[in-house]
């Protein structure tokens, strides 16, 4: 115990150098003016919400007493059920303890092997432990870009079910899914979509009915589930999956986080019941919060954000922390949002507003904000969503990827202005030599290595060979600074795509690729041996939660691995690239000519 202990605690010193340390709130309570919590329009203390979980203590008791199959719960559930049904307009709704099992429970009660559940990048963890669990293969495709998101159903076309799966209202950047749109590409592809209301239910939509509602899909729709989390505009805690009387027969026999769960307790269905009336008639605080959301944003030169969540970009996790602290000592609470929440360099103070919040309070935090930002931090006159990234990996050393790169560079080129960079360079080579010299591009395009080491090895045992180590920071601080940036980047790895970095804590690249935003090229060689590393590289990545915008053959054509890998490896877009003689810009302008790569850099 002592040594696992002392295992801890270095865990604990690393995360704390690093700026990512947390805690809970010994007393419970925050400090300062509450733009943290999801209370959005301020019914948990309610005097009608808090009267319904007495009340219902009162008739029913204290506990939950066993799972709702074993005689748990109470009356009280069903009619909780029955009201967040027929406020969404549903034939059904099955009630869970919390909005992470109703995803987890959904999820993994729809899906299985042989499915595919698209998500959007920036989906709440709930609905990634749900996919994962499901054993379903998952597409990941970038937040709210509707062409990855059909690229990512065309690629699930082999499967017996294909869900999509989104946040209504985007926990983290408090933007919209486009519902219409989403749905619209669903029954083009066979598809079926889930909603998760969390950030939406009691804010958008005809009294509060939530993102599907407030969408207003009229006709034939391919919407199967809506999430509704009750511990957020409801004022509650628990979480109801919303759908047909089919969905919630099928999810008490399946969903295992219902099955094998005790009932929550009848306060909290009693408190439903109430939360649901009082949110239904809740029109004047709905005006409020959007009131002081507009205020805020206005305040900050924000763009407008169409619910109540107002992220503040900040970059650096450690100057999110020191934001939110400032506004501590301010008397604001509004907590730092940092990786792995967030993507590395997109830390941030996720500021919340609510209908009880007066003009007073937003415009001193907006003062606040704009007083006690970190000079380095961007201006938060903008959200910057990084340049759009392409990352070249190999399914093994000389593969061909420097050239592939050069390809891509050239393509890039030709549709504007367009960098390279090559993190980690072994070897006596100089790739980005060589990419600017066949892509002919100018030196302001090519980014400097962050470390060069001549041993012609993995990146972690040339680094130590040189006496030096590659810190995962570095790269992330490196990484993120490019990103910011104008400009496409294409980021070329080191040899095969699961070489390490670094060792202690591993750092595979593979994993550091899975933690960044970017589209992902993979190259192989074209002839004998590229169906196993072709295939192994896809599934590692795709456990990873990365899907391959474009596969790359190098080398002499052969008869018939593009077409076993384009049965097999589910890529949406397969590309020969044969020797090229001599090998120049003239020539891969001639094969550029031939083979469109413009929707890569999209
Ligand atoms: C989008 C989203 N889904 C699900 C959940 C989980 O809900 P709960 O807190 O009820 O477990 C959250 C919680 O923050 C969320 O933001």
Request: proline content about 5%; charged content about 20%.
């Amino acid at each position: 115990m002592g040594a696992l202990d002392q295992e801890l605690r270095a865990a604990a010193a690393e995360r704390a150098r690093r700026g990512l340390a947390r805690a809970t709130l010994l007393d419970g309570v925050a400090a300062g003016v509450d733009f943290g919590s999801n209370d959005y329009l301020g019914l948990a203390r309610d005097p009608l919400l808090v009267e319904a979980a007495a009340a219902a203590a009162r008739e029913f008791g204290a506990g939950g007493r066993a799972a709702r199959l074993l005689r748990g719960g109470s009356p009280l559930h069903e009619r909780a059920e029955r009201a967040v049904a027929d406020w969404l307009d549903a034939e059904a709704a099955l009630l869970f303890p919390s909005g992470y099992q109703a995803n987890v429970g959904l999820l993994s009660a729809l899906a299985r092997r042989g499915d595919v559940i698209v998500s959007d990048r920036d989906n709440h963890a709930s609905l990634i432990d749900g996919a994962r669990l499901s054993r379903a293969r998952v597409i990941v495709h970038d937040h709210l870009d509707l062409d990855d998101l059909e690229r990512a159903l065309r690629a699930a076309a082999g499967a017996r079910r294909r869900l999509v799966v989104t946040e209504g209202v985007f926990s983290m950047r408090g933007d919209a899914a486009p519902l219409r749109e989403i749905d619209a590409l669903c029954r083009r592809h066979d598809a079926w979509l889930i909603v998760d209301e969390a950030h939406a239910i009691g804010v958008l939509g005809p009294a509060g009915a939530g993102a599907w509602a407030a969408a207003a899909v009229v006709g034939e729709h391919r919407l199967c589930a809506r999430v509704v989390t009750a511990g957020k505009a409801l004022g509650a805690a628990g979480a109801l999956v919303v759908g047909s009387t089919a969905l919630r027969t099928e999810l008490i026999h399946a969903a295992r986080s219902f099955l094998f769960s005790s009932a929550p307790q009848p306060a909290l269905a009693g408190t439903l019941v109430a939360a649901v009336a009082r949110c239904r008639a809740a029109d004047a605080e709905r005006g409020r919060l959007f009131a002081n959301t507009r205020r805020l944003c206005e305040r900050l030169g924000l763009p407008a954000t169409p619910a109540a969540i107002v992220p503040v970009p900040v970059g650096r996790a450690a100057d999110a922390v020191a934001l939110a602290e400032a506004l501590r000592d301010e008397g604001f609470f509004a907590p730092a949002v940092r990786p792995p929440t967030v993507a590395e360099g997109e830390a941030q103070v996720r500021v919340v507003c609510h209908a009880d919040q007066t003009a007073e309070q937003i415009d001193a935090l907006a003062d606040a904000i704009v007083r006690r930002r970190a000079p380095a931090t961007p201006a938060v006159t903008s959200t910057p969503r990084g340049a759009a990234v392409t990352f070249v990996v190999g399914t093994d050393t000389g593969v061909g990827k420097t050239v592939v790169s050069a390809v891509l560079l050239r393509a890039a080129l030709r549709l504007g202005a367009a960098r390279y960079w090559k993190p980690v360079q072994t070897g006596a080579d100089d790739d980005t030599a060589t990419v600017r010299s066949l892509a002919a591009a100018d030196a302001s395009a090519m980014l400097p290595n962050l470390a060069s080491y001549p041993l012609p090895a993995s990146p972690h045992e040339a680094a130590a060979a040189a006496g030096a180590r590659i810190e995962r920071r570095a790269l992330d601080d490196a990484f993120a600074a490019h990103r910011r940036a104008a400009g496409p980047l294409l980021v070329e790895f080191a040899g095969g795509l699961m070489v390490p970095y670094d060792l202690s804590p591993p750092v595979l690249q593979a994993d550091w690729l899975a933690a960044q935003r970017g589209r992902v090229v993979l190259v192989a060689r074209s002839g004998l041996g590229t169906l196993n590393h072709t295939l192994l590289s896809v599934e590692a990545l795709r456990q990873r939660g990365v899907a391959v915008a474009a596969l790359f053959l190098v080398g002499p054509p052969h008869p018939a691995n593009r077409a076993t890998l384009g049965a097999l490896a589910a890529v949406a877009r397969i590309f020969e690239l044969p020797p090229l003689e001599p090998l120049g810009p003239q020539q891969l302008d001639a094969w550029l000519d031939q083979n469109d790569l413009t929707e890569l850099f999209a």
